[in-house]
């Protein structure tokens, strides 16, 4: 049986595993008495955490938020998964990337040395490409601010620059709905009531004004899932599903495990030893045969005509740069 310090922290793990735990499972699953569940959940209301109980047959226990913070606990697959989140965050492009850093220093010193040996194996270091650099850091009060207006559902007003040269424009007003991420950079994907259509706007060219506006119905992002109208935004489609707008299949005379290490999207399937069918997308016909052209290799055009036409006007263009 554990000792009552193990059994306490245990008991304070699973309550913040759940939010409901039932007495009697708590009691299963420490091994001992639904007395004993008691006498510890009051042990550890002593110490600060707030347990609420339920009373009756079927009753149990929640661990609430508090007035004050008491001490965290965290698992081992916890602390890694918190050691992991930390590094992500300082290279977020959030503003944070500092806070970040001092936080993952405070976390280790208190690990134990096995989990702080264990951590210290796993340095994520998180690369963003040159080409998606953000031009300057989102201010964390600027992320909050909006973050709160989404969750409170209240029309954010607020200045917005074309570019990150260009000054401000005439005040804009948006039901904010989504907070998302995409190449590194922070955008706000909301319905913009001055143009009656949904936008994406680049979080580091907005300055919110205070206070919001009046409070608003939720909408649904067209195709109800934000990932895929993010994705099919920055990809010029209108497909709701985030699909390419000019998708085309190819045989290439390149054994299908070659291709897949350089393949960011699409699907290779081999045929044969050394030749593999890839059907991929982009967004234009021209784009999608330069795409395939990378792989260095013959190509064999499958379908549709308007690929065979794109891979026409390269080999014209190309033809004029090498002087033909």
Known sequence: MLRTSERLLSLLSLLQARRDWPGALLAERLDVSPRTVRRDVDRLRELGYPVAAAKGPDGGYRLEAGSE???????????????????????????????????????????????????????????????????????????TTIGAAVHARETLRFDYAASSSSASGPPRRAEPHHLVTWGARWYLVAWDLDRNDWRTFRVDRMTPRIPNG??????????????????????????????????????????????????????????????????????????????????????????????ADAFATLARRFAAAGGA
């Open 69 to 143: 913070l008491p001490p965290l606990l965290f698992d081992d697959e916890q602390a890694v998964a918190l050691t992991v989140a930390l590094q992500l965050a300082m290279t977020s492009g959030a503003g944070i990337e500092e806070s970040a850093a001092r936080a993952l220093t405070t976390v280790r010193q208190v690990m134990p040395s096995r989990l702080r040996h264990r951590v210290d194996s796993l340095t994520v270091t998180a690369v963003r490409r040159p080409s998606v650099r953000t031009e300057a850091p989102v201010e964390p009060a600027t992320l």
């Open 214 to 307: 009046p409070r608003f119905t939720p909408r649904e992002v067209p195709g109800g899932d934000v990932s895929a109208y993010v994705a099919s935004t920055f990809r010029g489609s209108t497909d709701p599903s985030g699909g390419w707008p000019c998708r085309g299949e190819v045989v290439l005379d390149l054994p299908a495990a070659d291709v897949a290490t350089y393949l960011a999207d699409g699907v290779v399937e081999p045929v044969g030893d050394d030749r593999c069918r890839l059907t991929t997308g982009a967004w234009s016909w021209v784009g999608l045969a330069a795409t395939i052209a990378r792989f260095d290799a013959d190509v064999e055009v499958v379908g549709p005509p308007e690929l």
